[in-house]
């Protein structure tokens, strides 16, 4: 018996997959003598609705919640194409029809790197219009900042000034995202399946649980024996910035150079006896937990989040302050108010116990890069962490997962981590590509990472550093394994700023214009550019540098030098690791 031709086309309106499975299908009925293929199975499908999805990422958060909501968009009739917003073209939008925007904001309110290009566009105003696009925004932040989720709104109403309809309002998410990007993504998809109501879906996948769900993840993190700590400053420096190793054997973790460590704390014992004093408790009443019921004590110390107070403390606190000595205080939160102790030392009642546990965020981990090779330490990951202390309003204060990791991680003896993948800030592929590397302070992090593996690769490409920090003398972070990478020949050029060892002080953005002649000929040569550190004033400084060598060697106008570092950009050769 001879094979039958297929009978769903190339042409027809499904993926090489569903093809496949559907001629398959249509093929063994022939084979087993079934007759003739049913009317129904040659009549044409409906045609699966198309759905962009571009997101704005520095550290790979948006980029994995677009990938996630496209497999979700498939199993309801849509064809959904992922894109990085640094290579979509801003002309394409009106053909788009249905789009999803997911995005972060980082810095002092900045789009991400890659979300700046699109962006621009469409502040321009020179984009055609767009009165046949369907659209909705689902925008990442942190409520700890002032700038919370800026980009997102941004685009929201960007979008809206260039004549798209949107088809859902746009949610802002706050760090425990999941839920709120859950409920977003389903709002979104139903407003947007108007003509993929009687599409047919993408296959289903088989049965089974995901890879983050089988192992340890953001959600089940893994509790990694601390191996070492060791300060890195000498006596006398006005800085404390910290080493830490950590053990993942047993955990199936890995992580490649460029990668984040998501790591949760716990907080400081004695801001948890100053909140239960504050309550009037004696810290072993019993408080409902997602994790069941917990000693007060307990509970603030290991679940929920004691800094920046959530709006719903500041609602359930500011009448308690209404024609009180202490009026205002509550109201003032934003500025006034740095934390929970703060917002109640205003208060001269007591809120309700189970009232103001229902207003407390979960803590959320904070993410470090990594600051090694995982085949130079094999089994193990490592962290460079500076310490954050300060006072404010007459106490006071520790950073939380900083001082958790200095005073008490080698005590509690395991700590929760995860590995965050950042595909944003990758080392070249070809390891005869030459890289310079900007990071000041605790900047050098993912850069230690990146000599480690090049070394550990045999990669020949030449590597540059620009490191800075207050003094020679007590900041040279690494000073020993930095030099020694320098006398063997790994670390090919170290250009150093010290800030405070003279009068004027000197900065790694200096150092860059001091070598531009040098600097630029490596980018001529194909090297990659790499940035981590400080957004709001170390990345911008060090960016404005860039544009000035491109400007000062070749002689580009300020409008061309942009373009130079554009192309960069794009070409994946200019990366930043920026927070």
């Known amino acids: 018996m001879n094979k039958p031709t297929p009978l769903i086309p190339d042409s027809a309106p499904f993926t090489p997959e569903q093809r496949a499975w559907l001629n398959g299908f249509f093929a063994g009925m022939y084979s ?32 994995a919640i ?6 979700a968009a498939a199993k309801r009739g849509f064809a959904a194409t992922v894109a990085d917003m640094g290579t979509f073209d801003a002309s394409k939008l009106p053909a788009a029809k249905n789009l999803l925007i997911v995005t972060s904001t980082y810095g002092d309110g900045e ?7 699109l962006h621009a566009a469409l502040t321009s105003g020179k984009v055609p219009s767009l009165s046949e696009l369907r659209f909705s925004v689902c925008s990442l932040g942190d409520t700890n900042y002032t700038h919370f989720c800026k980009c997102g709104r941004e685009f929201d109403a960007l979008l809206e000034k260039c004549g798209a309809t949107r088809a859902t309002a746009r949610v802002d998410c706050d760090l425990d995202y999941e839920s709120t990007v859950a409920s977003w993504l389903d709002a979104a998809l139903g407003a947007l399946s108007s003509s993929a109501a009687n599409a047919t879906p993408a296959p289903e996948e088989p049965a089974g649980h995901t890879a983050e769900e089988n192992g340890y993840s953001k959600k089940n993190p893994f509790p990694a024996p601390v191996l070492a700590f060791r300060p890195l400053n000498a006596a006398g420096s006005a800085k404390e910035v910290n080493h830490f190793e950590f053990s993942l054997d047993g955990s199936n973790l890995a992580y490649e150079t460029g990668d984040a460590l998501g790591v949760y704390p716990q907080n400081c014992p004695d801001l948890v006896s100053d909140v239960v004093r504050a309550l009037g408790c004696d810290g072993e009443e019993a408080v409902t937990t997602a994790n069941g019921e917990l000693p007060l004590r307990t509970a603030l110390t290991v679940h929920f989040d004691l800094g920046r107070p959530s709006q719903a403390l500041i609602d359930l606190l500011t009448p308690v302050t209404t024609g009180s000595a202490s009026a205002g205080k509550a109201s003032s939160a934003p500025t006034a108010i740095r934390d929970v102790l703060d917002l109640l030392l205003g208060t001269e009642t007591k809120p309700a116990l189970a009232a103001f546990i229902a207003t407390l965020k979960k803590i959320q981990p904070r993410l470090y890069s990594i600051s090694s090779s995982p085949k130079a330490h ?11 202390r300060y006072e404010a309003n007459g106490r006071k204060r520790k950073g939380m997962c900083s001082m958790f990791l200095a005073e008490r991680a080698m005590a509690v003896g395991k700590v929760g981590v995860f590995v965050h993948s950042n595909s944003n800030f990758r080392l070249p592929t ?4 030459p890289v310079i590397m900007c990071g000041p302070g605790t900047g050098i992090a993912p850069f230690r990472a990146f000599l480690e593996e090049r070394k550990a690769t045999g990669a020949k490409g030449k590597n540059w550093l620009f490191f800075g920090d207050q003094r020679s003398s007590t900041d ?5 394994e930095l030099i020694a990478m320098q006398q063997d020949g790994q670390l090919d050029r170290l250009d150093l700023a010290w800030s405070r060892d003279q009068t004027e002080k000197v900065y790694v953005q200096q150092r860059m214009v001091e070598k531009a002649g040098e600097l630029f000929a490596w980018l001529e040569a194909g090297a990659n550019f790499y940035v981590c550190g400080d957004a709001s004033r170390m990345a911008k400084d060090v960016d404005a540098a860039l544009h000035k060598v491109v400007e000062l060697v070749s002689g580009r106008t300020p409008a061309q030098a942009t373009d130079y570092v554009q192309a960069l950009k794009s070409a994946k050769r200019y990366q930043r690791d920026v927070y």
């Not at 040659?42 to 759905?51: F, I, K, R």
């Not at 677009?66 to 497999?71: E, G, M, Q």
């Not at 094999?378 to 954050?388: C, E, I, K, M």
């Open 32 to 63: 087993r003598g079934a007759g003739s293929v049913p009317a129904l199975a040659t009549a044409a499908p409906a045609a699966l609705t198309p759905l962009t999805i571009l997101f704005g990422s520095q550290t790979g958060t948006s980029e």
């Open 66 to 71: 677009s990938k996630k909501a496209a497999k």
């Open 111 to 117: 789009p991400p790197d890659n979300a700046k290009a």
């Open 378 to 388: 094999p089994g193990q990951v490592h962290l460079t962490v500076g310490a954050v």
């Open 430 to 433: 070809d390891g005869d590509r």
């Open 476 to 480: 040279f972070l690494y000073r020993d």
